[in-house]
């Protein structure tokens, strides 16, 4: 049994929660056969709990409805309103769960024991969940059996001994395992069952072509595994994003298949949406889920995916039609400050006082690369990074590296005092006067932040540690 795990805490689409809402705890209006939803649980070992029916929601899981058990483990959740097509989950009070499909039949009765429910589940009025069940069944014997012979096998191998005999074992057993699943898929049609089996099918790649030159197309494997990775996951369909699947198969294209670049990545995430887009909800997720991962991702530079997105998807109300008019700014804002700062751009100028109340401009340094430094002499982190700058800078300052080192803070008896016990024998400015907005043009939220400018100060790195900064121009002069 698998153990509920319930969302707390939301990201930046601060909007997830109008992506998806449930209800806890409502009283039920009263339903007809016709109309609404009514689920009937039987469990055997359950009694005077409350319980919970909750469904995925692309990587989450979200409460939707709850009930309590009655003295001989009867739960009924039950609504006006049908429950949108899924994968839910009945969940205990210790927080396991087993899982539900619901698509078009939603008054139907389930009886099971609670601590064996997949062996023991009887069900009643719907063809979906008992084959489902089924299915699930038979996964367990051959998870049973082919077990053993997976422990053998890594016995074998940590002896260093031939694995032939129990390969083919394993592969005889994992045969059945298809062919089952083929037949259930076949033999249930345009169920929803069907359509999730299918929706996980994997692409069998063909034998490999030979070349003109008579060596095998050492890309063909992959270039067809990544065309074909969608063709039975059909992106549009609801029902799919509320299971594990949907997140699980997007979610790893992006990561494993596609190169992490900006430019391959705008391309795959437009592709993506693209073929979410004849569904307004799966369109919803899609996009907030491509604009999420890049605009929190640790990727150096993938924030331009981020900005990119923003530009395209979120330009009106009626483009980002599930979000107010708040959030839709704020989103935007995002971008915008962004954008400027983004690898490859120029940064801007900066012209500030140094520790002799003399204005310098950055833009005045005339070095191949230019350390820009933002930080603060109180933050504990900024006294241990800002040695480590400056071991990198007397290690690299003959080869053309300088630093403009901005505080942020004001106090400026703290800041001279730090200069010079750390003999920071570079470009130290301030703006104790509090007229320049680089915080917000640099988006400088915390400290210490480290970019790297060229010699015409485009920015070739950002927001790194001091110990990743020798790296970068090691790297740069190796150029």
């Given at each position: 049994?698998?153990?509920?795990?319930?969302?707390?805490?939301?990201?930046?689409?601060?909007?997830?929660?109008?992506?998806?809402?449930?209800?806890?705890?409502?009283?039920?209006?009263?339903?007809?056969?016709?109309?609404?939803?009514?689920?009937?649980?039987?469990?055997?070992?359950?009694?005077?709990?409350?319980?919970?029916?909750?469904?995925?929601?692309?990587?989450?899981?979200?409460?939707?409805?709850?009930?309590?058990?009655?003295?001989?483990?009867?739960?009924?959740?039950?609504?006006?309103?049908?429950?949108?097509?899924?994968?839910?989950?009945?969940?205990?009070?210790?927080?396991?769960?087993?899982?539900?499909?619901?698509?078009?039949?939603?008054?139907f009765t389930l009886e099971a024991v609670k601590d064996n429910v997949i062996a023991t589940m009887k069900t009643t009025h719907t063809n979906d969940n008992e084959e489902f069940y089924k299915y699930l069944r038979f996964i367990q014997e051959k998870s049973q059996?082919?077990?053993?012979?997976?422990?053998?096998?890594?016995?074998?191998?940590?002896?260093?001994?031939?694995?032939?005999?129990?390969?083919?074992?394993?592969?005889?057993?994992?045969?059945?395992?298809?062919?089952?699943?083929?037949?259930?898929?076949?033999?249930?049609?345009?169920?929803?069952?069907?359509?999730?089996?299918?929706?996980?099918?994997?692409?069998?790649?063909?034998?490999?072509?030979?070349?003109?030159?008579?060596?095998?197309?050492?890309?063909?494997?992959?270039?067809?595994?990544?065309?074909?990775?969608?063709?039975?996951?059909?992106?549009?369909?609801?029902?799919?994003?509320?299971?594990?699947?949907?997140?699980?198969?997007?979610?790893?294209?992006?990561?494993?298949?596609?190169?992490?670049?900006?430019?391959?990545?705008?391309?795959?995430?437009?592709?993506?949406?693209?073929?979410?887009?004849?569904?307004?909800?799966?369109?919803?997720?899609?996009?907030?889920?491509?604009?999420?991962?890049?605009?929190?991702?640790?990727?150096?530079?993938?924030?331009?995916?981020?900005?990119?997105?923003?530009?395209?998807?979120?330009?009106?109300?009626?483009?980002?039609?599930?979000?107010?008019?708040?959030?839709?700014?704020?989103?935007?804002?995002?971008?915008?400050?962004?954008?400027?700062?983004?690898?490859?751009?120029k940064a801007k100028n900066l012209i500030l006082t140094d520790s002799n109340n003399v204005a310098r401009s950055m833009y005045d340094i005339q070095a191949k690369y230019t350390i820009l430094v933002f930080w603060d002499p109180d933050c504990g982190h900024c006294?241990?990074?800002?040695?480590?700058?400056?071991?990198?800078?007397?290690?690299?300052?003959?080869?053309?590296?300088?630093?403009?080192?901005?505080?942020?803070?004001?106090?400026?008896?703290?800041?001279?005092?730090?200069?010079?016990?750390?003999?920071?024998?570079?470009?130290?400015?301030?703006?104790?006067?509090?007229?320049?907005?680089?915080?917000?043009?640099?988006?400088?939220?915390?400290?210490?932040?480290?970019?790297?400018?060229?010699?015409?100060?485009?920015?070739?790195?950002?927001?790194?540690?001091?110990?990743?900064?020798?790296?970068?121009?090691?790297?740069?002069?190796?150029?």
């Open positions: 049994m698998n153990t509920f795990r319930n969302p707390i805490t939301l990201t930046l689409a601060i909007y997830l929660c109008l992506l998806q809402s449930g209800v806890v705890g409502q009283t039920a209006k009263p339903v007809s056969k016709t109309n609404g939803y009514e689920l009937t649980f039987k469990i055997t070992g359950l009694r005077d709990s409350l319980c919970y029916l909750a469904n995925y929601y692309g990587e989450k899981q979200y409460i939707k409805d709850s009930a309590y058990a009655s003295p001989d483990g009867q739960v009924v959740f039950k609504g006006a309103e049908k429950l949108d097509g899924g994968i839910y989950l009945f969940v205990f009070p210790n927080k396991t769960y087993f899982e539900v499909l619901i698509d078009q039949e939603q008054h059996v082919v077990e053993p012979y997976r422990n053998q096998r890594k016995q074998l191998v940590e002896a260093k001994q031939p694995t032939d005999s129990v390969d083919a074992r394993i592969r005889r057993i994992d045969d059945e395992v298809k062919k089952y699943k083929a037949d259930v898929i076949d033999k249930n049609g345009s169920s929803f069952l069907s359509t999730i089996l299918n929706s996980s099918k994997e692409p069998e790649i063909p034998e490999i072509p030979t070349l003109a030159n008579g060596q095998k197309d050492s890309t063909f494997a992959y270039r067809y595994y990544k065309a074909h990775y969608f063709d039975y996951l059909n992106l549009s369909d609801e029902r799919i994003l509320r299971s594990p699947i949907y997140h699980n198969k997007v979610s790893a294209y992006l990561k494993n298949m596609v190169l992490q670049i900006p430019d391959s990545l705008k391309k795959e995430c437009d592709m993506l949406i693209s073929k979410a887009k004849d569904n307004k909800e799966t369109y919803k997720y899609m996009v907030w889920y491509t604009t999420n991962t890049y605009e929190t991702s640790n990727i150096m530079g993938l924030d331009e995916v981020f900005v990119y997105l923003v530009k395209k998807y979120y330009t009106s109300k009626e483009s980002a039609y599930w979000l107010d008019e708040a959030t839709l700014y704020k989103i935007q804002d995002r971008a915008r400050i962004l954008e400027p700062i983004l690898i490859g751009k006294k241990k990074s800002m040695p480590v700058v400056k071991a990198t800078y007397d290690k690299y300052k003959s080869k053309g590296v300088q630093v403009y080192a901005v505080c942020t803070e004001v106090e400026m008896d703290k800041w001279r005092a730090f200069i010079r016990e750390n003999k920071l024998e570079w470009i130290n400015v301030a703006n104790p006067e509090l007229n320049n907005n680089f915080r917000q043009e640099f988006d400088i939220l915390t400290t210490p932040q480290l970019f790297v400018l060229d010699k015409d100060k485009k920015i070739i790195a950002k927001k790194i540690d001091a110990e990743t900064l020798e790296k970068i121009l090691e790297r740069e002069f190796e150029k």
